[in-house]
């Protein structure tokens, strides 16, 4: 069920919410959550999608607000209630902001839509501040979700990572890295246990999680990592390969194709694992299952990324 409300008021969403859920037998308990989506226009039904989505494994309300930033429009608060089949496991509110209902204070917006006694997760997945912990918005939740890898430049938003870091922040370049985190550690727990000497991370330039890795593997095994961005032209799309290096030789984790990689580890034939790039809902659903600070993530964007050799960060092109 979809309810339109044009030129309307917060009270009156929240009138029109109850006697939507009334009406189509649709009810709030259950709801774990509110997520609290900042986007535009243009990404509207991309991120609706992939939080009804993530709504199945976390049924909560999803808030998802648009601001028009036009200095000559009139003040006005559009907004639409979607619930049942076109909500999945939640119940979606969106709300176009126009002149100064969208200048002023973000947070009056939301207030009065959020479900009482439950967690707050604001995610931002293209236009982000450069301090999402200090707006308004931010400021209301226990975890706030960045997305690197629609940055304009990638690189340098992960740089900046570290800098603006508070309890409760985390990006989607750091989720992507899950499936790869899990395979190198699963290597390392398997004889031979020789320690590794030294790390090679290679991948695409616009794959903010090739940083993110290369931060991690520093952190972690305390050893020297060479690590940069490849051309377009050699590899296009996400991580490339990790190289393991020890004394009984080195353990590779090489994609061959953008789903595909191949483990290659000495006295033992190759390994072609299924290594395909994280859909936006498996990220977001992971996020969501947690919603206590990531140590880890902090620890990697701020003590990992300072133990980086300035010299491996030499290409970001």
Not at 247 to 264: F, H, K, N, Q, W
Request: aromatic share 4%; with cysteine.
């Amino acid at each position: 069920m979809i309810v339109d409300l044009p030129d309307t008021t917060v009270s009156k969403i929240s009138r029109a919410l109850v006697n939507v859920r009334e009406e189509g037998g649709a009810v709030a308990l259950g709801r774990v959550l509110t997520l609290i989506i900042l986007t535009r226009e243009g990404s509207l039904e991309e991120v609706v999608e992939a939080a009804n989505d993530a709504s199945r494994e976390h049924p909560m309300r999803v808030i998802v607000v648009m601001i028009d930033g036009s200095t000559d429009t009139d003040s006005r608060l559009d907004a639409q209630i979607r619930v049942g089949g076109d909500a999945g496991a939640s119940e979606v509110i969106t709300l176009r902001a126009f002149g100064e209902a969208g200048s002023s204070n973000l947070e009056s917006l939301v207030t009065g839509l959020l479900l009482p006694d439950a967690p707050v997760v604001v995610w931002w997945p293209n236009k982000t501040p450069e301090s999402p912990s200090t707006t308004s918005i931010g400021r209301i939740a226990q975890r706030r979700i960045t997305d690197a890898a629609t940055k304009s430049d990638p690189a340098a938003w992960v740089a900046s990572l570290g800098k603006n870091q508070a309890p409760g922040d985390t990006d989607l370049a750091w989720t992507r890295l899950t499936h790869w985190r899990e395979q190198l550690a699963a290597v390392l727990d398997q004889p031979p246990y020789d320690a590794v000497t030294a790390v090679q991370v290679r991948g695409a330039a616009s794959s903010p999680s090739t940083a993110l890795l290369a931060a991690w593997l520093r952190l972690m095994l305390d050893v020297p990592v060479d690590w940069r961005y490849l051309p377009e032209d050699e590899w296009s799309d996400g991580i490339k390969s990790v190289r393991l290096t020890r004394a009984g030789g080195d353990v590779v984790l090489e994609r061959s194709s953008p789903a595909i990689a191949c483990l290659t580890q000495p006295g033992q034939p190759e390994h072609d694992l299924v290594l395909p790039r994280r859909t936006l809902r498996e990220c977001l659903a992971e996020e969501l299952r947690r919603l206590d600070p990531d140590v880890l993530y902090g620890r990697v964007i701020t003590e990992g990324w300072e133990l980086l050799e300035p010299a491996t960060q030499e290409t970001h092109g």
